[in-house]
C-alpha cells in the first residue's frame, strides 16, 4: 500500500498568517498520463471531509485561492494563505492513484 | 446539486453483519463512482470500496473477505454489507462520489453487545 506521511501533525497560525502542510508518499503518484494523484481534504470540527485540491495543483470548487497545492512525484505542499477562522481543522492528503486508496494521518489546524 | 446520505442501524452485535445504504441525489450512478470510507474516531479516513459506474466493484484487500458492495440504480442507492464485526470496527461511514469530492454525513455505527 502506499503510506502518505504528512508533517507537522498540529499547526498554530495567527490569523492572516499563512501556512503550509507537507506529504510525502511513499511512491510516485505520477501517473503516465502526466496526471499526480494527490488530492487535499479538509475536515472541519464534526464535519465531513471536504475536496480542497484535486491532480496536486487544481483547485477545487468553491474553495478560496488562499488555497493552493504543489509538489512533485512524492513530496506535496499544501499552502494556505491569510489563515482564517474557517480554515479551522484536520487537513488530509490522499492518493487515488491505484487501490487501496490511501490518506495521510492528518494535519490540525488551530488558530493563535 | 449532489448530495448524498448514508443511513443503518448505530449499533451492531459482534460477530452480526453491518448493512449500510448511501442514497444519493444530484448525480446518476451510472455515471459516477461512490467510495465507501471508514473513520474511526479521532483518526484518518480508510478506504473501503468504490461502487464504479460500470456496476464492477474494488475492494481494499484490508476488508476484501467480508465485505460486498452492490446497487440499485433505479433507487439510486449503495448498498454496503460486512460480516463479522469486531469492536474495531466501530466508527463513522461515509460514501462518498468518485474523487471524494461529495461526502454524506456519515453514519455511526457502534459495535458492541
Known amino acids: 500500500d502506499i503510506v502518505m506521511t504528512q508533517a507537522p501533525l498540529s499547526v498554530s497560525v495567527t490569523p492572516g498568517e499563512s501556512a503550509s502542510i507537507s506529504c510525502r508518499s511513499s511512491k510516485s503518484l505520477l501517473h503516465s498520463n502526466g496526471i499526480t494523484y494527490v488530492y487535499w481534504y479538509l475536515q472541519k470540527p464534526g464535519k465531513s471531509p471536504q475536496l480542497l485540491i484535486y491532480r496536486m495543483s487544481n483547485l477545487a470548487s468553491g474553495v478560496p485561492d488562499r488555497f493552493s497545492g504543489s509538489g512533485s512525484e512524492t513530496d506535496f505542499t499544501l499552502k494556505i494563505s491569510r489563515v482564517e477562522a474557517e480554515d479551522v481543522g484536520i487537513y488530509y492528503c490522499g492518493q487515488l492513484l491505484e487501490n487501496p486508496y490511501t490518506f495521510g494521518a492528518g494535519t490540525k489546524l488551530e488558530l493563535k | 446539486q449532489v448530495q448524498l446520505k448514508e443511513s443503518g442501524p448505530g449499533l451492531v452485535q459482534p460477530s452480526q453483519t453491518l448493512s449500510l445504504t448511501c442514497t444519493v441525489s444530484g448525480f446518476s450512478l451510472t455515471s459516477y463512482s461512490v467510495h465507501w470510507v471508514r473513520q474511526h474516531s479521532g483518526k484518518s479516513l480508510e478506504w473501503m470500496g468504490r461502487m464504479w459506474s460500470d456496476g464492477d466493484t474494488s475492494y481494499n484487500s484490508a476488508f476484501t473477505s467480508r465485505l460486498s458492495i452492490s446497487r440499485d440504480t433505479s433507487k439510486s442507492q449503495v448498498f454496503l454489507k460486512m460480516n463479522s464485526l469486531q469492536t474495531e470496527d466501530t466508527g463513522t461511514y461515509y460514501c462518498?462520489?468518485?474523487?471524494?469530492?461529495?461526502w454524506g454525513q456519515g453514519v455511526m455505527v457502534t459495535v458492541s453487545s
Open positions: 462518498a462520489t468518485t474523487l471524494f469530492d461529495y
